[in-house]
């Protein structure tokens, strides 16, 4: 299998992957929300165009305000063990590798400018399941944690540049790839972490090649840090919809 195949290949699992995320969100989180009045409907994005502009889901309020949902799925670190808790951090895409170009992440790209929330998703699936090829009966449960697009945005430039120019910190984030590069290259690493201020997170993370074909650069921001930026907080069962609150 050539470069072109293997990327074609993981895009496909992706999507199959994302697919089954949405359909768990649509009958255990949204319809939920719908049966509690949360929400008067919610309409999922079928159209590629849409799903491009980073439109998955539209939620409608009772005030009849549309609130566009980007979901972010952490399908890899899925646990197999309730016991277990999720993993506790996510990664936001700055930067990734396509065709031997440099492109621009979710985080910042314009490219996503349908998107109003994120909904960042942890998983539980069955034991023996191929997360490379997760199906919708392979949920057992999620834990999503709803965000303002902008709040993440800002949060996250204004750590690494103290302002919330966003060519500063696509500046910044260039040259911090570059040097990252270089200790991938020298050290025969499979990926590289380095913190951003004195504290272990937010890092900064870049995966190399042999890991993954895009390369991305991502920044990693831990459990607590989500928290305190969620607009809400929820546990999705099969069974039951739990809402979380704020340690």
Known sequence: MDYSERTKFNFEDDLLGEQAVNKFLVDFLYEKFKEKGYIIDFEVS????????????????????????????????????????????????VSYMHNGQLKEGWLTNK????????????????????????????????????????????????????????????NVASVKRESLEKQILHGAFDSVNESIGYKEYPKWYLTGRNILSEQPLNIILYRNQLEDLATSHWLVTRKELIKLEKK
Request: glycine share 2%; aromatic share 12%; net charge positive.
């Open 111 to 170: 490219k996503y400018s349908a998107t109003q929330r994120y909904l960042l998703c942890w998983l539980w699936v069955q034991v023996g399941t191929n997360k490379s090829r997760l199906k919708y009966d392979d949920i057992v449960q999620i834990e999503a944690m709803f965000f303002e697009k902008t709040d993440i945005q800002e949060y996250i430039i204004n750590i690494v540049t103290a302002d919330t120019d966003v060519v500063k910190f696509h």
């Open 46 to 93: 079928r159209e590629l165009k849409k799903q491009h502009a980073g439109s998955d889901t539209v939620l409608t309020l009772k005030n009849g305000k549309k609130i566009v949902i980007d979901e972010k799925a952490a399908i890899h670190y899925a646990k197999t063990n309730l016991k277990e808790k999720a993993m506790p951090t996510f990664a936001f895409e």
